[in-house]
């Protein structure tokens, strides 16, 4: 397995994380415990709670719910499940009880790992019988046969409907959110990347496990955010990027603490997604701690990242989340036409990073497509340069610190 920047990963994530096995090197550091995870370490794990769940009946697949925080163990769930061929559900733990009960049933999983941290709150949502699995198999178990088109991850999002909707996406799709983060911050094995985003959600999956994955990087890993602890750990972890959301980046910007000189002349970028960045806080953020922040846009439909700014000393456009990179975005009229540049429309893309589809919701999976291509919701302009400006969304549509909301769901809480 090799990453090119000119076509997406083959594979499956079972063949690249044996092709990082066979290299050596660290995967994960987790500084709030000083614990490290090897890729030899790593794909063993994996392949342990692959077995637990093939002799305990698992189908090729079907559904396993992760239920954890960002940890070492939450990560190997998540790497088993994929490499044994079973779809990874990933459970939003700020989802709420209700939410939490929903994507178990939905998704029809039998089994999952719960982590200790977050046993009650499985057991007041585990409504279907969910069976906890713990990580320990046998290593002779013959795994599932799998390829590029089989599922592997389920995600829940928010919509403007109000229940969540099941995204399926394969290995293939998968790897290639990776592949866009890679080619567009053009990471290598040298890079770190410092996962502060829950991995529950696309951002903290994709951008920066996969990407890490399919670049031959590593990441340091913390289970939550912390303002005050940011730059201490990043320097400790010797990380030379990080994605977060314009939630973090104010809660740094209106912090005590400062990167050290080291830790500065260390970081390459800083990556902003999730919701649009204010130009003032991209430009103090900047003037202040002189870590460049790349802006960019991604959906979990898409695997993550859609767009992104150039690094430096490219031009990055304040206030846009950039240019494709690895697919193709476009802005059409609300007859699917191809708008002029400059004229306000509909985002679209289209790309190897493209879910499959909503789970057993064909109504709603229709409507995300036309003629091929995935409609975002999000409304904007293209530019001269290809560079997109987002202007606002189709429907109504709740952001808060990177999640999103559907008005129903405060309704229905309320």
Not at 39 to 51: K, V, Y
């Amino acid at each position: 397995m090799r990453l090119s920047p000119d076509a997406p990963p083959g594979g499956t994530v079972r063949d690249w994380l044996a092709t990082r096995a066979s290299k050596g090197g660290v995967a994960i550091v987790f500084p709030e415990t000083g614990d490290v995870l090897t890729w030899e370490d790593l794909q063993g794990a994996a392949h342990q709670f692959a077995s637990r769940l093939t002799r305990a009946g698992a189908a090729k697949g079907e559904s396993v719910a992760i239920v954890a925080p960002n940890s070492r163990e939450g990560v190997v769930a998540l790497c088993g499940a994929l490499a044994g061929g079973f779809r990874a559900t990933m459970i939003n733990l700020a989802a709420g009880r209700d939410a939490i009960a929903y994507a178990l049933a939905h998704s029809e999983a039998r089994f999952a790992y719960v982590h200790p941290d977050c046993q009650t709150q499985f057991d007041a949502a585990n409504e279907s019988a969910v069976q906890a699995m713990d990580l320990q198999g046998d290593d002779g178990t013959r795994l599932h046969d799998i390829a590029q088109q089989d599922d592997a991850l389920l995600m829940y999002t928010s919509g403007t409907t109000g229940r969540p909707k099941g995204v399926l996406h394969t290995h293939a799709s998968l790897l290639a959110g990776g592949w866009t983060t890679a080619i567009a911050h053009a990471l290598g094995p040298a890079d770190r990347g410092f996962c502060v985003l829950p991995i529950y959600h696309i951002n903290g999956l994709c951008v920066t496990l996969m990407g890490s994955l399919v670049s031959g990087g590593s990441l340091a890993m913390v289970s939550r955010f912390s303002a005050s602890q940011f730059w201490a750990q990043a320097e400790a972890s010797e990380v030379t990027w990080f994605s977060v959301v314009p939630t973090i980046i104010s809660h740094l910007l209106h912090g005590a603490t400062d990167p050290t000189t080291v830790c500065r002349a260390r970081l390459r970028f800083g990556r902003s997604a999730s919701s649009a960045l204010a130009v003032e806080t991209q430009q103090a953020f900047e003037a202040r701690f002189h870590v460049p922040i790349i802006e960019t846009m991604g959906l979990t439909e898409t695997a993550a990242q859609i767009l992104s700014n150039p690094l430096p000393p490219g031009v990055r456009k304040i206030g846009s989340p950039g240019v494709a990179f690895g697919c193709t975005v476009e802005v059409r009229d609300a007859a699917g036409n191809l708008c002029d540049r400059g004229q306000e429309g509909e985002i679209v893309e289209r790309g190897p990073n493209v879910m499959r589809e909503y789970l057993r919701n064909p109504e709603a999976t229709a409507d995300s497509f036309r003629d091929g291509w995935l409609r975002t919701g999000d409304l904007g302009r293209m530019d001269a340069d290809g560079d997109v400006f987002v202007t606002g969304r189709l429907k109504e549509l709740i952001i808060k610190g990177g999640e999103n909301i559907a008005p129903r769901e405060v309704d229905e809480a309320l």
